[in-house]
């Protein structure tokens, strides 16, 4: 096979930028370039160049292929997830379906410690190869960069043991950008109900280090909320994190304003996700920061919760990412697909601010936006062609469908 594709005919080609020096802020969102009538190269699995067919090139050396007149997207970014757990939670769906809450689940024992029960005796082979079928589980539904935390262990081993999952799979899936994020703080482990800050401790002066020595996590993230971490323990760790270069991320706002934006800002987190609570303060606090809010609406879906205000935070001026966090108890699933379908139809983004936002965005809140998340020359050649469909608007608003053809991942079709 030759390392060199010249694709032709591309109707068009979506998300082509040059020169671009951070994420899409508020109405910024709205413009999704595209070029019509397009032909893209692609040498050692990189986008070596592009153009319109009108002066297409010689094909040379390379292998032609035609795509006629398919629209042609950069993969999506996912930079939000947790894809290595041991085993799904269907029975607590069922217990919400009849009238428990997530918060009630979780307090009696439930939620991410029945999680945590489960990883911790499952061996890190299984683990591996579980959290390898949800990744080409998501590879196959146009996922090209993907984010994994940790989490689910909460004692040093076991989180560990799901970081050394993760590294796994960076090694073994080059083509696919992964980052990793030390989630230890996720919830009190039932052996230290009533030592809690016994835990914290742990966390700090146990877990970081030793996670920093195997160089395990990109980030450190913090459930900052009602009943998991305050404020104020989430600062501690944030900042224990940081001094090992750990940069911060925080899960804030889903079920209540737990004052998890301001600490992410305080502590220059990359992101802050969930964010379905938002009040004033939330939003100045942005305004005046460099951080992602980054928003899961198919959480919001699961958990029936009032959805985040995506179209007020982008008429504020921020820039707002989309994510899948695919995980046993809020999401199972990791379809960027629908998060896109829900993002325009609950929070009214339009389809073209749901794709920026699942992109280049995306690539932001993960610091890959130099290898993935928009057709530039030099990045990846992890891309998404699509069937025959009427127009960009049709990928939100046709929910059910299936329309990805195909995928390409470092030049190379995968699905
Ligand atoms: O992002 N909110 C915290 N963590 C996950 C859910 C964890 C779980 O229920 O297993 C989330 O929603
Ligand atoms: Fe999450």
């Known amino acids: 096979m030759k390392s060199k594709k010249l694709y032709t005919h591309i109707g068009k080609l979506i998300q082509v930028r040059e020169g671009l020096k951070g994420p899409l802020k508020g109405n910024e969102m709205a413009e999704l370039p595209y070029m019509e009538q397009a032909w893209l190269l692609v040498e050692n699995g990189k986008i070596a160049d592009y153009g319109k067919m009108r002066d297409k090139p010689g094909v040379g050396e390379a292998e032609e292929i035609d795509l006629k007149g398919r629209i042609v997207l950069p993969s999506w970014v996912d930079s939000h997830t947790h894809i290595v757990y041991a ?59 993907i984010e994994i935390k940790s989490g689910y262990g909460l004692d040093t081993e ?86 090992y270069g750990m940069r911060a991320k925080v899960h804030a706002n889903e079920l209540a304003l ?14 802050v996700d969930h964010l379905e609570c938002m009040g004033e303060e939330e939003i100045e606090s942005l305004k005046n920061s460099d951080t992602i809010a980054t928003l899961l609406p198919s959480t919001a879906f699961f958990l029936d919760l009032e959805y985040a205000p995506g179209r007020r935070l982008i008429d504020e001026g921020l820039p707002v990412a989309l994510a899948s966090d695919y995980n046993p108890g809020s999401t199972p699933s990791g379809r960027i697909p629908l998060v896109l379908s829900l993002a325009c139809i609950k929070m009214k983004m339009t389809p073209q601010e749901a794709i920026n936002a699942a992109t280049i965005n995306g690539a932001y809140a993960m610091e890959v936006a130099d290898r993935c998340g928009s057709i530039t020359k030099g990045k990846q050649a992890n891309l998404i062609f699509l069937k025959e469909v009427p127009s960009l608007n049709f990928l939100p608003y046709a929910f059910g469908s299936d329309w990805i053809d195909q995928v390409i991942v470092n030049g190379k079709r995968v699905h």
Not at 100 to 127: C, F
Not at 169 to 197: C, D, M, Q, V, W
Not at 258 to 271: I, T
């Open 258 to 271: 737990s004052g998890g934006v301001q600490v992410g800002v305080k502590n220059r987190a990359v992101s």
């Open 87 to 145: 085993q799904s939670r269907e029975e607590e769906f069922v217990m919400r379906i009849k009238g428990r809450t997530y918060e009630e689940i979780a307090e009696s024992g439930g939620g991410i410690l029945n999680s945590a029960i489960k990883l911790r005796k499952t061996a890190e082979s299984e683990l591996y190869e579980s959290a390898e079928k949800r990744l080409l589980e998501v590879i196959s539904l146009g996922t090209g960069a």
């Open 158 to 243: 076991s989180e560990l043991k799901m970081l050394r999952v993760i590294k796994k799979l960076k090694e073994n899936y080059p083509g696919i950008p992964i980052k990793s994020t030390f989630l230890g703080a996720h919830a009190i482990p039932a052996e230290y109900k009533n030592r809690r800050s016994e835990f914290i401790e742990l966390v700090i002066g146990e877990m970081i280090p030793q996670v920093a020595a195997e160089k395990l996590a990109d980030y450190c993230d913090v459930f900052c909320e009602r009943g998991f971490f305050t404020v104020e323990e989430t600062d501690q760790i944030l900042k224990a994190a940081a001094k």
